[in-house]
């Protein structure tokens, strides 16, 4: 990194929100997905431990279903002493942030918001997402997409097939400005709107979102089939 650039970002203030208030349906356990094992530790501690040890990341925000706040405050929690707050999720993923971003400080600059149950996350990652937001205000790390993508009918049909060169996957964390992802935040809860990722609620309402090369081992663990694949990587790399 630059010396100047190191300069900006050694004066910021980075805050991240962790989100790990899913349910974990899709994972068929009666035990929610980031608090699964692996390789001996939980998929939020592997998780927390990488934004904790991470020298760009001032404090973090904590996001968990409100049935967890105890147990997280008791048993999570203590271990890690840039957690400021632990905040009780919402019903959707967009109030879930939205909750966690009320928590930022004021002096924040940058905010990194990050799934709680992608425990692959890079120092490196990090730091480049920090570096690219301070500099373009908004950033996202994305994949090249492996797969031909069909948009289909609700009657099973293909509409239409997309050129897979100018697709990317979305990874987080994403990194943004305080005072733009607050604002766009502000609106979307006002609105009533729903979006998938942070990085669509900015680009929803007018802002430019920068693209950084992500990690193929930043997996997001949703399925059994995950666990599995988290687990090969866990040994493997």
């Known amino acids: ?13 980075i805050s991240a929100i962790i989100v790990a208030a899913g349910k974990g349906k899709r994972m068929d356990s009666d035990i929610p997905k980031q608090y699964m094992d692996i390789a001996g530790k939980t998929i939020l501690d592997t998780t927390l431990y990488k934004f904790e040890k991470s020298n760009d990341v001032d404090d973090i925000i904590l996001v968990v279903n409100k049935e967890d706040i105890e147990f997280v405050k008791d048993e999570i929690a203590p271990f890690y002493r840039k957690i400021a707050y632990v905040v009780p999720g919402g ?4 109030e879930s ?3 966690g971003i009320k928590k930022v400080s004021k002096n924040c ?3 990194l918001i990050h799934d709680g149950v992608r425990p692959f996350v890079s120092y490196n990652l990090i730091s480049t997402c920090v ?23 609700e009657d099973g049909m293909v509409v239409k097939t997309f050129d897979r060169k100018k697709l990317r996957a979305v990874q987080t ?4 400005d305080y005072d733009i992802i607050r604002e766009c935040y502000e609106k979307a809860m006002t609105e009533e709107k ?3 990722d942070d990085a669509s609620i900015v680009e929803y309402y007018g802002y ?6 992500g990690l193929y081992k930043n997996i997001k663990i949703t399925t059994p089939l995950d666990l599995r694949m988290a687990e090969i990587i866990v040994n493997f790399f």
Do not use: G, W
């Open 1 to 13: 990194m630059p010396r100047l650039e190191e300069d900006m970002q050694n004066k910021k203030h």
């Open 91 to 94: 019903k959707t993923r967009t």
């Open 97 to 99: 942030v939205y909750q």
């Open 109 to 111: 600059n940058i905010v």
């Open 131 to 153: 570096e690219n937001a301070i500099i373009h205000k908004a950033c996202v790390p994305v994949i090249d997409v492996m797969d031909t993508i069909k948009e289909v009918s």
């Open 173 to 176: 964390p994403q990194a943004f």
């Open 194 to 196: 729903e979006f998938t």
């Open 208 to 213: 430019k979102v920068k693209t950084i090369e």
